[in-house]
């Protein structure tokens, strides 16, 4: 089983929804890393957090460290969105991650 | 802005070749990393550095070698490269040592290599 499960693996979705993507994972951490890949490669950082929840924009992400999981809401959602969505955690002095989640946004 | 640049973003090479995938930062971070990212399997840490002249095998450092001679240069080599090494080579960096909240890597735009 792996450390880190995201989940969907892949989602499609029409502009204006409400996102949500998951994460879970059986490690203790010191905190979590959110972070986009566009088609293309770039990969972008969006969040770290260690508690509670954090907003940038039209992107929420929340952690809840008891339940050893974290959300990243997108609101109002775009077709500038669609990207892979990975999440990483931080614990025992490294970094794991997870497979990703990829979103299609359509117009 | 942190800026994290890698030498070619495609690159064919033939099975046997020597390659070298450089990279370097701007930002006097201490900490780089070299991954690899394959369709299904997310991204793996190939090896990293805490500082100039320190490597620390990642999980998949078998075929690989890196180089860290000056802080913002880390170089990822492929001895003797294989069609099983073809796949996305990103490097990263970040500025503090496993501090939680601030910890935080930045990426390159990743270099893709195709072993024929």
């Known amino acids: 089983k792996n450390e880190v499960e995201q989940s969907p693996q892949n989602l499609t979705a029409q502009e204006g929804e409400f996102i949500t993507i998951n994460c879970s994972y059986s490690?203790?951490?010191?905190?979590l890393h959110w972070l986009q890949q566009h088609p293309g490669g770039g990969i972008v950082s969006l969040f770290m957090?260690?508690?509670?929840?954090k907003k940038h924009g039209r992107l929420i992400a929340t952690i809840n460290i008891q339940e050893k999981h974290s959300s990243l809401h997108i609101t109002a959602s775009h077709p500038r969105d669609s990207a892979v969505y990975i999440c990483a955690v931080i614990g025992n002095y490294q970094l794991i991650w997870g497979a990703g989640t990829k979103l299609i946004i359509k117009p | 802005d942190v800026k994290v640049t890698q030498s070619s973003r495609y690159l064919v090479k033939r099975t046997g070749e020597k390659v070298f995938l450089e990279c370097v930062q701007d930002m006097d971070h201490e900490n780089m990393f070299w991954y690899r990212q394959d369709p299904g399997l997310g991204l793996r840490l190939i090896y990293f550095s805490h500082d100039v002249k320190m490597k620390e095998k990642g999980d998949i450092p078998e075929g690989y070698s890196v180089s860290r001679e000056k802080k913002e240069r880390f170089s990822l080599i492929l001895e003797s490269a294989s069609t099983n090494q073809t796949s996305m080579y990103l490097c990263a960096s970040s500025p503090s040592r496993w501090r939680g909240d601030n910890y935080e890597q930045y990426f390159g735009p990743g270099t893709r290599l195709t072993v024929t």
């Open positions: 957090l260690s508690s509670g929840k």
């Open positions: 490690v203790g951490i010191s905190a």
